[in-house]
């Protein structure tokens, strides 16, 4: 048992295999390898003259769409083998999600924005463009992260595991959109805990609502996963909730004049910026070194061991004897090498900094003329845009009933945006002299205080259903609506505590 964090696959891998159902792909080939990695891969193949044993599959079929195999890149000919190890790779990312077919906004978003189109066009095009491209992101990720191991590959799946909206993010921050920033980070966290929690909830207990005897169930999920969770959401809910709160009573007095007022605001936000960056590196070591058995979706398994018949038990707890269909599985999900997963993070990363920018750019134009408001965009839109594949996602597993994996997907990007991103972009704001701090709007904070309030009560008891779901859901699209409603002059800083401080006063 001493290889266990060896030989488990990473979480991201486990959330790949019960969505796609490739444990069962093998068709008798054993573990797939990359291209050209082992002889064995393409034997059947030429043996039988079909891409896929039994299925009769053609070599035309084969080189468009086998993400594993393509004829040419055991060719020893290098004008053979590179172009078709460059095809190979090519469609392995196009074939990795359904959502990459809005990949042609790519090119025709670039232009828009390049050759001047309506800014209300190039906001829509590029929109709908980025979300392809943090699928691909994320495929790419998962594929480097596949070697490094579980603890390397889990630090790359943290870092990477919300690039769009730190890119999208950082972009708003050089254009001083300082507003948006604030509310995308708001609203990927409120996203995630309401709505991917929500819809997770809703359809995995729909999907599963009865028991063999027709009884009505729960599903179940990890509580340490959940406490741990909401112990963190609670003090990122403080260190958004104590800024507000110093600024409305520093506000409130006589002393000192407004640049006075917003520098000790940024102080503050600043100091706690790096011990939250601090905590985060903490609770990674907690994740992914010393505890990491408890956030693993096998150690949800064995909880549940005691209730199958002795001869399963005893059979599930044999040791090593799942180890070689473990091994087999982590081989089958490799599509490409390290290096060239490496190549296309990069290129995904420079077009999702390019779509990002003409996004950003088109803002200003979007507010005037549909009359929706700055928060709305970043609340609700630019969420959208970075975690919509990481959405399907989660409710396919959830309603495959794998619920420790579909609140992994959910809560781990909720603590990665509240205790990485947020605090880093506050830091980066320091670096470029952009006045970021953890003063969010009154109603923002509010929201999402409220959110945590009642994801708090939901999971505590490390059990779902459709109900729990569609309460988070609710409460989701009652935020969405208030922002969407209220123009933008309305959130203003200064206003509302102005309104707020007369009232205190007149009390």
């Not at 792909?25 to 003259?49: F, K």
């Not at 110093?246 to 000790?264: A, C, K, T, V, Y």
């Not at 459709?466 to 009652?478: K, N, S």
Request: charged share 15%.
């Amino acid at each position: 048992m001493a290889g266990d964090s060896v030989n488990l696959p990473s979480f991201h891998n486990q959330v790949r295999k019960t969505v796609t159902g490739l444990t069962t792909y093998g068709h008798g080939h054993g573990p797939h390898r990359e291209n050209g990695e082992a002889p064995n891969e393409r034997t059947p193949l030429v043996g039988n003259g079909s891409a896929v044993a039994g299925h009769g599959h053609s070599e035309t079929w084969e080189f468009f769409f086998n993400t594993r195999y393509t004829p040419g890149t055991d060719n020893s000919k290098p004008w053979v083998k590179y172009p078709a190890h460059t095809w190979h790779i090519t469609k392995a990312t196009l074939l990795s999600s359904p959502v990459n077919i809005l990949l042609i906004a790519v090119p025709i978003g670039i232009i828009a924005g390049q050759t001047g189109w309506d800014p209300v066009a190039v906001f829509v095009i590029n929109f709908f463009a980025i979300i392809p491209l943090a699928a691909v992101l994320s495929f790419a990720t998962e594929e480097i992260s596949a070697k490094l191991g579980e603890a390397l590959g889990g630090l790359l799946n943290a870092t990477f595991g919300n690039a769009v909206e730190l890119i999208v993010s950082i972009i708003a921050l050089r254009d001083r959109q300082i507003e948006v920033v604030k509310s995308s980070m708001i609203g990927s966290i409120l996203s995630n805990l309401l709505l991917v929690m929500g819809m997770c909830f809703f359809f995995g207990g729909i999907a599963n609502m009865r028991d063999g005897d027709g009884h009505g169930q729960e599903q179940t999920f990890q509580t340490i996963t959940a406490q741990t969770t909401a112990s963190l959401m609670t003090l990122s809910a403080a260190s958004m909730i104590l800024p507000g709160t110093l600024f409305m009573i520093i506000n409130d007095s006589d002393e000192g004049d407004n640049d006075d007022r917003n520098q000790i605001i940024l102080s503050l936000s600043r100091g706690t910026a790096i011990i939250l960056l601090l905590l985060y590196v903490l609770y990674l070591f907690f994740q992914l070194r010393t505890h990491h058995k408890l956030f693993s979706a096998e150690s949800g398994e064995v909880r549940d061991v005691t209730q199958l018949p002795p001869e399963a038990a005893a059979a599930n707890l044999q040791p090593g004897s799942n180890e070689g269909h473990v091994e087999e599985e982590e081989e089958e999900e490799m599509h490409m090498s390290p290096f060239s997963a490496g190549v296309v993070l990069i290129v995904t990363t420079v077009l999702v900094s390019i779509c990002a920018d003409y996004l950003v750019e088109s803002i200003d134009a979007l507010v005037e003329r549909a009359h929706i408001s700055r928060s709305f965009i970043g609340l609700i839109l630019i969420p959208i845009v970075g975690n919509a594949a990481e959405h399907v996602t989660a409710v396919v597993v959830a309603i495959k009933n794998k619920m420790d994996l579909a609140m992994g997907v959910a809560i781990g990007s909720s603590i990665q945006i509240a205790l990485f991103v947020t605090p880093f972009l506050v830091v980066l704001g320091w670096i470029m002299d952009r006045e970021m701090d953890l003063h969010f709007e009154t109603f923002e904070t509010v929201s999402f205080a409220l959110a945590v309030l009642v994801v708090i009560y939901t999971v505590q008891d490390g059990k779902s259903n459709y109900l729990e779901g569609a309460m988070l859901m609710t409460l989701y699209v009652i935020i969405a609506l208030a922002f969407f409603v209220t123009p933008s002059q309305y959130f203003n800083t200064d206003w509302v505590v102005g309104k707020l401080s007369n009232l205190v006063g007149s009390t």
